[in-house]
C-alpha cells in the first residue's frame, strides 16, 4: 500500500495508507453510470443532475473519482420493480438532446441533426413498411388462410 497522496503529489503530515491511485477501466465507469441511471428512475436525482453525474462518470479517469458520484444514494434494493416509461423517456430525450448540441456552444449541431432526422425517417419507414405488409398482407409472408387450408373437392 502506498501512503495517502493528495493532488499536488505531497502526503499530508498525518499519513494513512490506502491503495495506489488506480485508473477506471470502461467497466468501471459503465457500472457507476447504470447506478445513477437506477438513481434517476427510482426519482433520488432529476434527470439533469443524473446527466451531469454521468457526464462526469464517463470522463473519469480515476476509480476514487467514480466513488463520490454515488455516495450520496441509497443502495439499491434487491427487490425493485423495473422503472416505468416516464424516467426512460425522459432520460432518452436528454440523451438526444445532449447528443445533437454542441458541447462548446451549446448550439445544435446541424450534421448531428441531420444525421437524427435521417435514422428516425429510415426507422418510420421500416415501421411503416412492417404494419402494411401485417395489415395488408396478412402478416404471413406468402399467402394468406386459404393457401394453406386448401380442400381439394375429388
Do not use: I, K
Given at each position: 500500500m502506498a501512503p495517502l497522496i493528495d493532488r499536488d503529489g505531497a502526503a499530508p503530515s498525518g499519513t494513512t495508507l490506502i491503495e495506489?491511485?488506480?485508473?477506471?477501466?470502461?467497466a468501471d465507469r459503465l457500472a457507476t453510470v447504470r447506478i445513477l441511471?437506477?438513481?434517476v428512475a427510482r426519482?433520488?436525482?432529476?434527470?439533469d443532475?443524473?446527466?451531469e453525474r454521468m457526464a462526469t462518470a464517463f470522463a473519469a479517469v480515476?476509480?476514487?473519482?467514480?466513488?463520490?458520484?454515488t455516495a450520496d444514494l441509497p443502495p439499491a434494493t434487491s427487490g425493485r420493480t423495473p422503472?416505468?416509461?416516464?424516467?426512460l423517456a425522459t432520460m432518452a430525450v436528454d440523451q438526444v438532446r445532449s447528443t445533437l448540441h454542441n458541447a462548446a456552444t451549446g448550439r445544435l449541431h446541424a450534421a448531428r441533426v441531420a444525421?437524427?432526422?435521417?435514422?428516425?425517417?429510415?426507422l418510420l419507414v421500416a415501421l411503416g413498411g412492417m404494419t402494411a405488409d401485417l395489415l395488408f398482407d396478412g402478416g404471413g409472408g406468402g399467402g394468406g388462410w386459404?393457401?394453406?387450408?386448401?380442400h381439394d373437392d375429388d
Open positions: 495506489p491511485l488506480m485508473r477506471a477501466s470502461d441511471q437506477d438513481a426519482g433520488l436525482l432529476t434527470p443532475e443524473g446527466s480515476h476509480r476514487r473519482d467514480l466513488g463520490p458520484l422503472p416505468g416509461w416516464r424516467p444525421a437524427a432526422v435521417l435514422v428516425a425517417v429510415l386459404h393457401d394453406h387450408h386448401h
